[in-house]
C-alpha cells in the first residue's frame, strides 16, 4: 500500500507549534497537501507564512477531507480537542497524537474511535512555538507507534508510510510499556535531576554553597541540565506518567538507599562493582 | 615577591601522568625549570620526550633543589610520597598536591612539613598518563588552594603566583569547606547518575528495558553521564570524601522522598514551585 499523495486526501493538523509546525514543513517537502489547525488565527497565519501548511483555519470543519490527522496541541487538550473533532470526519480517517505519554490518552480515545493509534515523536527543542517550526526536525529520532488490538493493518502501514517519509526511527510498543520505558529514560531523569539542584540548598553553611557554584563544571553541569529545564513540562509528566514515574522513582530510591549503605560500610569492592557495571551499561543506551 | 625563574631554583613534580605532565608543559613554556620524577624511568623518557619536564629521573633526591615541589600521584600515594620526600628537602621547601580531596591529606601533611598547601587543580580528561599530557589544560578551570594558620604568607604568594602563571581562576578555602563543596558539585553528580543507571535494571520487563534503551537521547545521556565513568575515580572520591559524600547523599535522599511525597500527593503546584525553584537556581552554577 503507498499513501495517497494527491490534494484530494491531505494530511491534518491540529495544533500549530513547535511539533505540529515541523511535522507540516517536513510533509509539504514530501509534497503532501497539509490542511493546519490552530485555535488563533495569527498562528495560521504564520504556519502559512512559514510553509508549514498549504491551508489553514480555526474551524474544524476543514479537517473533514484529511487522511490523517496529527493531534499536535498541549497533552491536556488532546482528549477533549478529539471528541470535538470527530463528528466532522468519516469513519476511515485516522487519528495520531504526538503526546510523551500514552496510555491515558489511549484508554480514552480508543473506546471513541477505530482507527486512533498513538504515537510520540521523540524530538524537539528547546524552544516552542510555531516559529520555531524546522525542517527535519524528526530525522533518525525515535518515533513510538502505540497501536492496540482495535487497530486495523492498513491503519497501521499508513502511518509507518508517513512516519519514514520523517526519517524517523520507528518502533512499535503498547501504551502501557511506552509509558515505563519513557519514565525510565526520560522522567526519571528530570526528577532526580531536579533534585540535585534542590538538595544543594541544604547545605547550612552559605560559603559551602558559594564555592560550590564557583567550582561546578561539567559533570554538575550535565547531571543538572534537565532538572533545570521548563517546570511545565516537568509537572506534566508527573501529572499524565504518575503511576509509571512513582515506580520508576522508589526503585531508583532503593538503589541510592544501596549505595549510601556500601559507602557507609566502607564496602569499596561491592561499590566498584556497582560502577564496573554502570560504566559497562551505559554504552547500551548510547546506540 | 615575584617568583625566581631561574635554574637554581626550580619546580618540582613527582608523578608524571596527565595533571603533572601538563602542569611541567605549561610551567616550561613559561620559561621555568622542571625537575619530573617518576617511578618508571619510562615514563621520565616520555616526559623529556614531550617537553613536560627539563631533567627526569627516578631518585627524590634531584628535587633536593626545588622551590615548590607538586605532588602529582595517585590519591592514595600522595601521604606516603612526601613522608618519602621529606628527609631530601630543605625546610623553606614549598610542597603541594593535586588531589580532588583535601581534609585528609592536609590533616596527614600539615603536622610533617611547615611549608604544605593542599591543592586542586579542577581540570582533567578523560585520558590518563603522560602520553595525555597537554599545554594549557588549566586555563581558566578552577584552582583551589587550602592553606592553614601555619602556611606562610610568602609561601602562599608564591604558590598563587604559580597557579595564575597556568591561567587558572583560583580559590582559597579551608580543606573542609573545599570537600563539602567538591561532594555536593562533583561527587554526589557521580552517585546519583550512577544510581540512574543500575536502576533501570530493576526493571522486570526486559522488553520495556530494551526499548528504554532505545529511545535513550540527551537527557538519559547527560543525566547518566559521569555515572558511566572511571570506576576507580568513583570509588576514590567515596574511600577519600566519605564523610562529606555521606551528607551529601543522605541531603539528597531526603529531596528526592519530599518529590516523590508530592507526586503521589498528586501536589501539582508543589512540584511547580520546586521545579521553577531549580531552574533558577542552575544558572547559579554555570557563571
Not at 52 to 57: D, E, K
Not at 75 to 82: D, E, R
Not at 143 to 149: A, D, E, K, R, S
Request: hydrophobic share 40%; proline share 4%.
Amino acid at each position: 500500500m503507498s499513501i495517497d499523495l494527491t490534494n484530494t486526501q491531505p494530511i491534518g493538523i491540529v495544533g500549530l507549534g513547535l511539533i505540529g509546525g515541523s511535522l507540516g514543513l517536513d510533509f509539504r517537502a514530501k509534497g503532501l497537501s497539509v490542511i493546519g489547525v490552530s485555535r488563533q488565527e495569527k498562528t495560521c497565519k504564520i504556519a502559512l507564512e512559514r510553509g508549514s501548511v498549504t491551508v489553514a483555519g480555526t474551524d474544524f470543519s476543514l479537517l473533514a477531507s484529511a487522511k490523517v490527522i496529527f493531534i499536535c496541541t498541549p497533552i491536556s487538550l488532546i482528549v477533549p480537542t478529539i471528541k470535538k473533532l470527530i463528528p466532522y470526519l468519516k469513519p476511515e480517517t485516522i487519528i495520531t497524537d504526538v503526546a510523551s505519554v500514552k496510555e491515558e490518552i489511549v484508554t480514552h480515545i480508543d473506546p471513541l474511535w477505530n482507527n486512533f493509534i498513538g504515537g510520540h515523536p521523540m524530538a524537539g527543542t528547546a524552544e516552542q512555538g510555531i516559529e520555531s517550526a524546522l525542517k527535519g526536525l524528526f530525522k533518525n529520532a525515535p518515533y513510538i507507534l502505540t497501536p492496540t488490538q482495535k487497530t486495523s493493518k492498513e491503519s497501521i502501514n499508513t502511518l509507518t508510510q508517513l512516519v519514514q517519509l520523517l526519517g524517523s526511527k520507528l518502533h512499535f510498543s503498547t501504551p502501557t510499556d511506552h509509558d515505563q520505558a519513557v519514565a525510565w529514560i526520560s522522567h526519571l531523569p528530570v526528577m532526580i535531576s531536579a533534585s540535585l539542584i534542590q538538595s544543594c540548598l541544604q547545605e547550612n553553611h552559605l560559603s559551602i554553597l558559594e564555592l560550590g557554584q564557583k567550582l561546578a563544571s561539567s559533570g554538575f553541569k550535565d547531571t543538572s541540565r534537565v532538572g533545570g529545564g521548563n517546570p511545565e513540562l516537568g509537572v506534566m509528566m508527573a501529572q499524565h506518567n504518575r503511576t509509571a514515574l512513582l515506580h520508576s522513582l522508589k526503585e531508583y530510591k532503593s538503589t541510592l538507599e544501596g549505595i549510601i549503605t556500601l559507602i557507609e560500610e566502607k564496602n569499596w569492592s561491592g561499590l566498584d562493582q556497582i560502577l564496573q557495571n554502570t560504566k559497562k551499561q551505559r554504552s547500551l543506551y548510547l546506540k
